[in-house]
């Protein structure tokens, strides 16, 4: 089975300090991931994806993510939080046999929180 | 700002009601979504048109309707709807590159639906 596991239900991160937020998957053929995240009462925001080349992603607001083969894991990094990086984090696969249209399976979201 | 529109932004209707979401883009995308998220879950897909054709139904029940008039607009008709369809409607676009070079999913900011 297809799918996308994201452990932690919430993390923690004092404002300034490094963060991750961590995203495994499963899925059969080469994968494509994305990132998304989404603030309270609004939709998702796109933040980074992985198509191939370059393990290491960069995205959106200073976020960057890495990507894993043989640890199928996409984990999310940012250097230094910031308060308002404060929201719902979502990883996302889609199998690279989905056809033209993007068929996503998300993993169940992380809360990022971070304080002062 | 987000590039996808959707009305209404919140809409309370009462189980014999039939009411409409509406999305519209203007990015000449040609992938058009429509995905259910419930209070702090990941969304969930309900349907995919490619080109103004459907091409995904998740096996959603009949009481949801989707309608693609054309490229630009995304309806979802509801009709006799439980209050378990409560929920957050989320409208997506992406565009349509075939299966080698995904574009990442454009979303909107959602239709919060209540229903009674």
């Known amino acids: 089975a297809q799918s996308v596991a994201q452990p932690e239900d919430q993390v923690n991160v004092a404002e300034g300090n490094p963060l991750t937020v961590k995203c495994t998957y499963s899925v059969s053929g080469n994968p494509y991931l994305f990132w998304y995240v989404q603030y309270p009462n609004r939709g998702l925001q796109f933040l980074l994806k992985y198509i191939t080349g370059d393990n290491l992603v960069k995205g959106s607001y200073g976020f960057e993510a890495e990507f894993n083969k043989s640890q199928t894991s996409f984990h999310l990094k940012k250097p230094s939080a910031l308060v308002s990086d404060s929201a719902l984090y979502f990883c996302?696969?889609?199998?690279?046999?989905?056809?033209?249209?993007?068929?996503?399976?998300f993993g169940a979201g992380t809360r990022l929180a971070v304080h002062p | 700002d987000t590039e996808v529109t959707q009305t209404p932004k919140h809409l309370v209707m009462g189980m014999t009601n039939k009411k409409s979401l509406k999305c519209e883009q203007h990015?000449?995308?040609?992938?058009m979504y429509w995905y259910k998220q419930k209070a702090k879950k990941p969304p969930e897909l309900m349907f995919v048109?490619?080109?103004?054709?459907?091409?995904i139904n998740e096996s959603v029940p009949s009481r949801f309707s989707p309608e693609c008039p054309n490229s630009s607009l995304l309806n979802l008709h509801l009709h006799a709807l439980q209050p378990e369809d409560s929920a957050l409607y989320l409208c997506?676009?992406?565009?349509?590159?075939?299966?080698?070079?995904?574009?990442?999913?454009?979303f909107g900011e959602g239709s919060r639906l209540t229903v009674l």
């Open positions: 996302a696969v889609r199998p690279s046999f989905s056809g033209g249209y993007n068929k996503l399976i």
């Open positions: 997506a676009s992406s565009q349509d590159r075939g299966g080698d070079n995904p574009g990442e999913l454009f």
């Open positions: 990015m000449g995308h040609r992938a």
């Open positions: 048109y490619s080109y103004e054709k459907l091409s």
